[in-house]
Structure formats: structure tokens, C-alpha cells
């Protein structure tokens, strides 16, 4: 499976998590947020960042995720809350996304767009045991934002 991750370019050599707390997980839980395509992982990006400066250079990272059909957990859509979408469900989700690093069950998690539900983000858990074996990035490219979006 390819994935796609954009990131500022001092980031973009090797796949580090930050650990802050998100929609899928709470702050200490080392996962990385892709997108299933170039398209989702950008309108993902504009979404979640209150400011991108297109005179820093990004990079868009091409991921392998190797075995990925024996090692992925899958949430779909009509077993989420109704309003899953929301900020308001972010302990709910925090504790679903949390549940699933904690328990190590599958190396990655595919998980409906809030934006676009019928597309899907993958986020890879950077601690289970086959992270370092079967993620890797196999294209870097520069990044260039269209102002339009900004």
C-alpha cells in the first residue's frame, strides 16, 4: 500500500511523530497521518493548520506500508457516533484511536476523512513491531502549495 504525508522539508527525512494529540489519538501517542491519495493528504493539511507559509518548503512523502492488508484495522463510518465529524467527538475518537496504539493490534488504521467520509486517511502506529520493518518512505518530492488554497 502507498501512502501520502506532507511535511514541512526539515521534517521530511525520516518518519518521526510528534506525539500531539489529534482526532485518532491523545498527546504521547506516536502515530503518523496519511492520506490514501496526494489529494485528500493536501485538503487534510489546509484543514488542519491554522497557517501554511508557502515560501517554507514542504516536501510530499510517498510511504510503503508492506503486508498492509494483514496488518490494518479498518473504522467504517456507521459504527462512529452520529456526530463523529465534530470537535465534540474527539474524546470519543481519542479513546477508539487510543485503544487501537495501545492495543498494538494492527501496525496501521484506516479511518474515514471528516472531510470527504467516503475517502480514507491511514495512520500508522510508529510503535508497533512491524513499524520498522514494513513502513518506509520510497519517494520525496517538493511540495508546492497553490496559493488559491491558502
Do not use: C
Request: glycine share 2%; aromatic share 10%.
Amino acid at each position: 500500500m502507498e501512502v501520502f504525508n506532507i511535511r514541512k522539508e526539515k521534517h521530511s527525512s525520516s518518519l518521526v511523530a510528534s506525539g500531539s494529540a489529534n482526532r485518532w489519538n491523545k498527546k504521547d501517542e506516536f502515530v503518523i497521518y496519511t492520506g490514501s491519495n496526494r489529494a485528500l493528504s493536501t485538503l487534510e493539511m489546509v484543514v488542519h493548520r491554522s497557517y501554511i507559509f508557502p515560501s517554507i518548503p514542504y516536501k510530499l512523502l510517498t510511504i510503503e506500508i508492506l503486508n498492509s492488508e494483514s496488518s490494518l484495522k479498518e473504522i467504517v463510518p456507521n459504527i462512529l457516533p452520529q456526530n463523529w465529524r465534530s470537535i465534540e467527538a474527539y474524546p470519543t475518537l481519542q479513546t477508539i484511536g487510543s485503544n487501537w496504539y495501545n492495543s498494538q493490534e494492527s501496525l496501521i488504521l484506516k479511518i474515514p476523512s471528516a472531510i470527504i467520509p467516503q475517502e480514507y486517511n491511514i495512520i500508522i502506529n510508529t510503535k508497533h513491531p512491524l513499524f520498522e520493518t514494513n513502513v518506509k518512505i520510497i519517494n520525496r518530492e517538493d511540495f508546492i502549495w497553490d496559493e488559491r488554497l491558502l
